[in-house]
């Protein structure tokens, strides 16, 4: 009886672990050149790695500072639809300003709503641009 409770501790053991495998984090990284906002925090030029934490929720982290910023990013709504261009960070240019707008990778993917700054610069007639950067997806 003793052996035959060892065996599925065991088997329980190794299912929890497999299973913890299954749900790790995919992340993709970008190198972004330039200062940027993200919601209502400025983040440095920099390398960045992004992952999905949840329904609808992504981390940007530094890679040189480990400073880290989590938002809704709903990956159902996108304002970048361009097919041939998948593994791609968005950003719109307002003015002399660069927002985050999308994710999107085979790892991650999201929109991320306008920022109330990236609102009042465009309202005072500052047209938002797009900016492509690539970006890498690691599994």
């Known amino acids: 009886m003793t052996t ?31 200062e940027f906002t993200v919601q209502n925090t400025t983040l440095p030029a920099g390398n960045y790695t992004m992952s999905a934490s949840g329904h609808d929720v992504m981390t940007i982290r530094s890679a040189e500072t480990g ?3 989590m938002l809704l990013a709903s990956g159902s709504e996108s304002g970048y639809r361009t097919a041939q261009d998948k593994n791609v960070v968005v950003f719109h240019k307002v003015a002399d300003r660069y927002f985050l707008a999308d994710v999107k990778t085979d790892a ?10 990236e609102r009042e610069l465009a309202s005072d007639g500052g047209q938002p641009a797009a900016v492509i950067l690539p970006a890498l997806s690691v599994r």
Do not use: E, Y
């Open 108 to 117: 991650v993917s999201g929109h991320v709503s306008p920022s109330k700054l």
């Open 67 to 69: 400073k880290a910023v």
């Open 4 to 34: 035959l409770k060892n065996i599925m501790l065991s088997v329980g053991a190794v299912a929890l672990l497999g299973a913890s495998g299954l749900s790790a984090q995919t992340k993709a990284t970008a190198a972004i050149p330039f």
